[in-house]
């Protein structure tokens, strides 16, 4: 069979192009470790009030993790517990979050902490808050009626 000459280019284009891609995604799941979040973590959502660590929201200081606190949230309709936290500027923390009734949405704004609370499932994320300043928690599932009012308040302080 005979390759003209641009196609022989176009196509080790193309092969290194998809060996590329998949090596970046492979080392990106694999070696980062990013990967969607398994739904493993189940709750009863009538027994949120109960169950820990929903049962006491709010930021813990923790021992032996990979992390310094747990900051635990509960959202429901139309408000999030705690409605207001404060934590220290450079604290490597792990956010757990989930609903007692509705899908709604957990977006700190301006970090890159975005999830989606479903009834029934516990949504987890590790970030550290570098910058000191107030960071508005806000709800971007649409909940009802009062979905636009539903904001928590996070203090970075030094
Ligand atoms: Cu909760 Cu929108």
Redesign the pocket.
């Known amino acids: 069979m005979h390759l003209h000459k641009f196609e022989k280019i176009w196509l080790i284009f193309g092969v290194a192009m998809l060996i590329v891609f998949l090596s970046t995604v492979g080392v990106s799941a694999f070696y980062l470790g990013n990967q969607p979040p398994s739904c493993l973590a189940t709750i009863d959502p009538q027994k949120v009030d109960e169950t820990a660590p929903f049962n006491k929201p709010g930021l813990k200081k923790v021992e032996g993790k990979d992390w310094d606190y747990e900051l635990v949230f509960v959202?429901s309709?139309?408000n999030y517990n705690p409605g207001q936290v404060q934590i220290p500027k450079g604290a490597k923390v792990k956010v757990i979050a989930t609903?007692k009734d509705?899908?709604?949405?957990f977006e700190i704004a301006g970090t890159n902490v975005n999830m989606m609370l479903e009834p029934g499932y516990i949504s987890e994320y590790v970030t550290t808050f570098n910058k000191p300043g107030e960071y508005t928690l806000l709800?971007?599932?649409?909940?009802?009626a009062?979905?636009?009012m539903?904001t928590s308040k996070i203090e970075v302080v030094e």
């Open positions: 959202a309709a139309f609903t509705v899908v709604h949405g709800c971007n599932e649409y909940c009802g009062g979905h636009h539903m």
